[in-house]
């Protein structure tokens, strides 16, 4: 049974730091590409970041220069690492995997940016 377990969210001032991870298990195929998509109240599910196996990453355009993404393949685990936050980045953090074509994702993380 596929899992991926996120941990790091949580309440943060402006201009703070937080530090997503998620880990992957019950995966036998190669993971190709893992994220983070978001999800603000209200609003739909954007993509905040993505790297693929062999390290190549796609950024929101909203976070780039702030945010950045890195992976663990012998670990099958992601990060996100967020700086500068702002209000704007409240949201819950959705991790998501790539194998074999079939996109996986967590259950997501509340990462809150009060002002």
């Known amino acids: 049974q596929v899992q991926l377990v996120e941990s790091g969210g949580g309440l943060v001032q402006a201009g703070g730091s937080l530090r997503l991870s998620c880990a992957a298990s019950?995966?036998?195929?190669?993971?190709?590409?893992m994220g983070w998509y978001r999800q603000a109240p209200g609003k739909q599910r954007e993509l905040v970041a993505t790297?693929?196996?062999?390290?190549?990453?796609n950024y929101a355009d909203s976070v780039k220069g702030r945010f950045t993404i890195s992976r663990d393949n012998a670990k099958n685990t992601v990060y996100l690492q967020m700086n500068s936050l702002k209000p704007e980045d409240t949201a819950v953090y959705y991790c998501t995997v790539t194998a074999l074509g079939i996109q996986y994702w967590g259950k997501g993380t509340l990462v809150t940016v009060s002002s």
């Open positions: 019950g995966i036998i195929f190669t993971i190709n590409a």
């Open positions: 790297q693929t196996r062999t390290g190549l990453p």
